[in-house]
């Protein structure tokens, strides 16, 4: 099993730029492939980003292309997501998840909330 923390989340003006952070502790990060979800208030959990175990393949959902990039450092136990030219649609709770095999685990999440 494997623990997820994100942090970097925050208020951001339409336009603007943040970067997410994903540390994993208690498992061996490198084993799990990494996505990131979101879910804005009052809609469905929606995918975001993944990159995997070695990073050598990422994809993301057709609303972040060009603007979002994920990335991950394996000796560091982190995975990141770094939002660019940011929309008030992009506004949601996001998650960073791991997956192995089967099993996907989950973070708390972390808020981001893009208004002027």
């Known amino acids: 099993q494997v623990q997820l923390v994100e942090s970097g989340g925050g208020l951001v003006q339409p336009g603007g730029s943040l970067t997410l952070s994903c540390a994993a502790s208690g498992s061996t990060f490198g084993m799990y492939a990494m996505k990131w979800y979101r879910q804005a208030p009052g809609k469905e959990r929606e995918f975001v980003a993944f990159?995997?175990?070695?990073?050598?393949?990422?994809n993301y959902a057709d609303s972040v292309k060009g603007r979002f990039t994920i990335s991950r450092d394996n000796a560091k136990n982190t995975v990141n997501l770094q939002m660019n030219s940011l929309r008030p649609e992009d506004t949601a709770v996001y998650y960073c998840?791991?997956?192995?095999?089967?099993?996907?685990?989950w973070g708390q999440g972390t808020r981001v909330t893009v208004s002027s």
């Open positions: 990159i995997s175990r070695i990073a050598g393949n990422t």
């Open positions: 998840t791991a997956v192995f095999g089967y099993n996907t685990y």
